[in-house]
């Protein structure tokens, strides 16, 4: 079974571009999540969606938006970027369905680089 | 929020020691998990253990939920250990889809 997939697995961006961030969850898995990690914040959850509507969200700015679609792929956009928007975003997959055990995998992240 | 201390934040071991990770957290959860980050950033996951202990070969785990800890456990490390291992919690009450992360603790096994 295929784990999570994210893509491209790194980016270099100027600032005030904006990006876009794929993620393809675990077949079968209806909910994903993406977080932000920084040498200084640390692990930092951005958003969750389940079945293409955003369930819940983090303290990040509105230039951090998401999506899902019918097949449970994701994709995040940063637009306006910042330098401190350079960060490894790492999407996880989970069924979505509040059962008991339920585990959160994560992909490999996308390194984003602004300069 | 919910706040989460990881200890200690740094540990060197020589291969075949044991250890031990601690996670304080701030509040009664309904969801903890152990994920290990190995030096290439993919963040693997090893226990879903919001109370109770659980074994997984060298790997063990347990949360005292009524003392608001979790301890995990690594016995006879191996030099693939290293890495950084976070603990992530989700406040009773709220979804189980909004982990908040410990800062982590970076292992170190020396050959």
Known sequence: KAGVTQTPRYLIKTRGQQVT???????????????????????????EYFSETQRNKGNFPGRFSGRQFSNSRSEMNVSTLELGDSA???????????STN???????GTQLSVL | ??????????????????????????????????FHQNPWGQLI?????????????????????TERYSLLYISSSQTTDSG????????TGGSNYKLTFGKGTLLTVNP
């Open chain 1, 21 to 47: 961030l794929s993620c393809s969850p675990i077949s079968g898995h209806r909910s994903v999540s993406w977080y932000q990690q920084t040498p200084g914040q640390g692990l930092q959850f951005l958003f």
């Open chain 2, 84 to 91: 950084v291992y976070f603990c992530a919690v989700e406040r």
């Open chain 1, 88 to 98: 490894l975003y790492l999407c996880a997959s989970s069924w979505g369905t509040g």
């Open chain 2, 45 to 65: 996951n090893l226990f879903y253990i919001p109370s109770g202990t659980k074994q997984n070969g060298r790997l063990s785990a347990t949360t005292v939920a």
């Open chain 2, 1 to 34: 929020g919910i706040q989460v201390e990881q200890s200690p934040p740094d540990l060197i071991l020589q291969e075949g020691a044991n250890s031990t990770l601690r996670c304080n957290f701030s509040d009664s959860v309904n969801n903890l998990q152990w």
């Open chain 1, 102 to 108: 339920e585990k959160l995998f994560f992909g490999s």
